[in-house]
């Protein structure tokens, strides 16, 4: 089966041996997003809430670019620096992820950078 890198200028560009994701089949699968604006390659929200925005925003480029959507999202696993800040963080998901798919949450020792929050989304076309 052939596998299709995806890139997009919208979200940040990978700072690692990785893609944004990668298409197998009908499915998508993204790497871990964090709060990084891609316009200016830094972290710029601080709460928990500003960062989960950008993330779903980056997760959304990236869905974009590879065709799909957030509602057609079946599996996320989301990485959290403070397992305290887990309802704030499902505030802000619960507006992107409308339609429920599975997901993992959990807390985390240190993410990237220093950040508050990495989601990474599993998704079909």
Do not use: H, W
């Amino acid at each position: 089966m052939e596998l299709k890198k995806v890139s997009t200028e919208n979200a940040p560009a990978a700072i690692g041996p990785y893609s944004q994701a990668v298409i197998c089949g009908e499915t998508v699968f993204t790497s871990g997003q964090i709060p990084i604006n891609p316009a200016t390659g830094a972290v710029e929200a601080v709460t928990i809430e500003g960062q989960t925005e950008q993330v779903m925003k980056n997760l959304g480029a990236v869905l974009q670019a590879a065709g799909t959507c957030f509602e057609k999202a079946v599996k996320t696993t989301c990485f959290l620096a403070d397992i305290n800040d887990f309802s704030a963080f499902n505030a802000v998901y619960a507006k992107y992820f409308t339609t429920k798919p599975a997901r993992s949450c959990v807390a985390v020792k240190d993410l990237p950078k220093g950040v508050k929050v990495e989601v990474e989304v599993i998704a079909v076309l």
